[in-house]
Structures are given as C-alpha cells and as structure tokens.
C-alpha cells in the first residue's frame, strides 16, 4: 500500500503550493520516529551533520543515488563549508541543497516552527456591529455582502474596500475563533488571505459558485450563503460542493461517463465510496467511463479499490517492496505500539501483536533489507462487474504521484484501459514516507523507508507512469478530446 505521512493538514495546505512534490503528503496520523540522538536546537554545521548520518543511515535509495561517490563527497565538502559560515535563518537553504542531491519526491527537510499554543494567537478584529450588519446585508445587491455558513462557523462577508471583502467570525464551534475576528479577506475576484483553524496566515485561492457557494479550494472549504432568496436544497448544495472539491461523477453523453477524483488521500476514502455505490447503475450502463485523476498527489490504495472491478479485465500483478530495517524505524514502531497499549490494549490485541511480530523481525534483521511478506510478485483476483464500461480513459498530468500512479500501474493492465496526457510526477520507487527526528528539533525530517521490486530495471521516480496517447500543448479541452476519441 502506497502512503505518506504528514503532521497536520493545516502543514500540508501550507506547503502544497510552494513545491510540487507536496501535493503527495496525506494526513494519516503524527509518527515521528526518534533516533538516537539529543534533541536540541543545532546550529548549521551541527544540522548538516546529523542529517547526513541520517539519511546516509536511514534513507532505502542511499546506495543506489550515491554511485558516483566523487560527486557526493565534493557535495558533501561544499556544504560543510557553507553551514560554517551561514547564518541558522538561513540555514534550511544548505539542508535541501542536501536532501535535493537524492531527488526524491518523499525527502523532505523542513523548519520545525515552534507554535504558541492556540488560545494565545492573536487575530485581527474588524470593527463591526453584527447585529446593524445582519439588518443591512438583507438589503444589499451585492452578491458577496452577506452571511454565509459552513459545519465550523458562521461567517459575516463585508466589503472593506474597492477591491476588498472581509470575513469575519459571525459564531464558531471552536473557542479558538471569537465573534468579530477577521476569518480571511477576499481580494480581487480569486485571491484570498485565509486563517486556518490555529489562526496561521494562507495566501490561496477561491472561487465564488454562482453566488451562493464560496470554495477555498486548498483548503476544500465551502460557505454557503444564508439568503431567503435563494432556494437551496441540501442536495443542490451537496452536489455543487462535490463538483467543487473534485468528487463527482456526471454523464457527459448517451455512451460516456465521467468521474471526477481529486485525491486518494484517507479522509477521502468514504467519499470516493459513496460516490462509486451511489451511481452504480451509471457505471453499469455507460459503454465509455473516464476517468479524471488530474492534480491527484495520491494519498492511499485504498481509496480506489471500489472501482477497480469496474476497470479490470483480469487479475492484477503489483510488484513488492523491500523495508530498510533501522533503529530508527524499529524506535517508531515501538512508539506506536505503545500508544495503541495505552488506548486500549484489548481494542488493540491483535494490531499489538502484529507489531511485536514486526518489531522483532527488523531487530533481527538490523541494517538489513525485508521483503514484503506477501512476496515479490502478489495476483489480486478481481471479480469484474457484469456490464461494466467497454472503454476506460484514464486522465493524468503531471501532478499525479504517488498511490495515484500506482493507480495507473494497475489498471494499464486492464485491455479496456487507456491512460491518455502526459507523464506523472515520478513518486513511486521510494515510499512509506515518516517524519524522522536526527538531532535538531528545529528541524523535521521526512524520510521513505521502503524501496520498490521495480528497481533497477523499471524506474518511476523523475520519470513518471508514461500515456499511452500524450496530450500536447495545443489541445486544450481534454475531455472533448477524449470524449471523441471514444465515440468517433
């Protein structure tokens, strides 16, 4: 199972825009795997120094991206010499010119911020009377003055300035927000400056939707606008929303179907679900189904294992990995296994057990490569679905990584599946991502620690799960494209 672990969603939306490859981390839960060292704050050459033995220690690919052993130790050399002299502000530029060096998608070192707890975070008031406001919004033409609603709060939206509206808190269900505190500022018909649940600043996008939803699109977060003169069901407003967050499935003529899947990330899983059971009979009666995985940074198998009886032909062959047994790692599973005994250890028998079994077998095999016990080679018999589509056309860009190309690597080998526009992102040979600890605590470490079967022979990683028909530049609407390339 392809997956990668993060430490908050708030982290993951406060990163995904400023790198690619940080589309692919989903929220799973907080696994921070020790390793040996004190913690402290570093200076720079300390930090450099600790994450090398680390990751040279502790990383699955080290071996096989450090062939050329004169490159990496004049690497090695030259950063040595630039954390002597840098200052610590600056210091996370030497690192990633490190972790960079090792090219992978599931490497990353980033700043451990020490946050100030929640309750003592200040957040800009707007100066306001919500009682004279609710009075006048009533009155105005304007499509964005007014309340709007989400499950978490009650938003006021007043224009603040030519180009300006302001959001600001209404009520909450969390007693981090008080009533006149600035929740985001609308600026200009797509930008946004949004206040995360722990009040952190985001600079992202929004989108308003026919005047009655307004959709954070990072943050999948939807208000909807409280006005007696616009007559919402909750099934208008469900499918809207669904269309918006990248769920939805839509006939697009009498032969071809779409569905639309933005993420496999975990809490997902049931949405996809719903979504596939819900338009079963569609699914059965659609001679073309497509499918748009676009901007999908992946998340977990098991997100789209409802689908694949629909997409397969036949049995489906993966390819095992090979787990790096570390004491890192084993100090990571321990602490888990620990936390699931002080939950509740009868709840948790037989995953504690599972774990000791675990625990006990990279002890002995320390330093050492562990296959995955299914074997190098697994055949999942998939009972195909009567009456499923004829033809399957599988969009992907280079945004899709991770578990979303694993994806791909599976059903390409259904006869009824093509995957049409360009190559992935390449995410793929190193995975099973955690957060490391190597001495610094103010600096995190996120680190694979299996390697694929694949390797050497069949590479993904900067290469990407490659189309069978590649879409170029000049074509424009990819589902027009493809919906006649089904029917004509």
Not at 75 to 91: F, G, P, T, V
Not at 379 to 393: F, L, R
């Amino acid at each position: 199972m392809i997956f990668t672990i993060v430490w908050t969603m708030n982290i993951l939306f406060l990163f995904s825009k400023i790198d690619i490859m940080k589309r692919f981390l989903i929220v799973i839960s907080l696994f921070v795997v020790s390793s040996g060292f004190s913690q402290k704050n570093c200076s720079c050459e300390k930090a450099l120094d600790n994450l090398i033995t680390k990751i040279e220690s502790d990383y699955p690919g080290f071996e096989e991206k450090t062939k050329d052993s004169l490159v990496y130790s004049s690497l090695k050399r030259q950063l040595a010499r630039e954390s002597k002299n840098i200052d610590n502000s600056r210091c996370i530029d030497v690192l990633k010119k490190y972790t960079s060096y090792f090219k992978d998608g599931h490497i990353w070192i980033l700043p451990n911020e020490q946050r100030k707890p929640i309750e003592n975070k200040q957040t800009e008031e707007l100066d306001v009377d919500i009682s004279n406001f609710k009075k006048r919004v009533g009155k105005t033409s304007d499509s964005l003055e007014g309340i709007w609603e989400n499950e978490n709060y009650t938003i006021g939206i007043k224009k603040t300035d030519q180009d300006e509206y302001t959001g600001f808190i209404i009520s909450s269900n969390s007693t981090n927000w008080k009533p006149k505190q600035i929740k985001f500022k609308l600026i200009g018909e797509k930008e946004v400056n949004y206040y995360a649940s722990d009040h952190s600043l985001h600079k992202v996008n929004y989108k308003l939707f026919e005047d009655y939803i307004l959709h954070i699109n990072l943050f999948k977060a939807n208000f909807v606008k409280q006005d007696a003169g616009y007559n919402l069901d909750s099934a208008k407003i469900k499918k809207a929303i669904d269309k918006l967050d990248g769920f939805y499935f839509e006939k697009l003529t009498k032969k071809t179907s779409l569905i639309r899947l933005s993420s496999f990330n975990y809490p997902y899983i049931d949405r996809i679900e719903k979504l596939i059971v819900d338009n079963e009979n569609l699914f059965q009666n659609s001679e073309n189904l497509i499918i748009d995985i676009r901007n999908n940074g992946g998340g977990t198998d098991a997100a789209y294992q409802t689908l694949l009886p629909f997409l397969s032909s036949g049995p489906i062959r993966s390819i095992g990995t090979k787990l790096l047994s570390t004491e890192g790692l084993i100090e990571g599973v321990s602490k888990y296994r620990n936390e699931l005994v002080e939950k509740d250890a009868d709840a948790n028998e037989e995953k504690i057990k599972e774990l000791d079994l675990k625990i006990q077998l990279y002890r002995k095999n320390l330093g050492k490569y562990i296959e995955n016990v299914d074997g190098a080679i697994t055949i999942d018999t998939i009972e195909v679905v009567k009456n499923s589509p004829k033809q399957i056309v599988i969009l992907a860009d280079k945004m899709v990584g991770s578990a979303a190309e694993n994806f791909l690597l599976k059903t390409k080998q259904s006869k009824k599946v093509k995957v049409l526009g360009t190559p992935t992102s390449g995410v793929l040979d190193y995975a099973n991502a955690y957060f490391f600890k190597f001495g610094c605590e103010n600096y995190k470490l996120l680190l694979p620690t299996y390697k694929s079967l694949r390797l050497p022979d069949y590479p993904i990683d900067n290469i990407g799960v490659q189309p069978d028909i590649y879409l170029d530049n000049s074509i424009e609407d990819w589902l027009q494209f493809t919906v006649d390339y089904l029917e004509n």
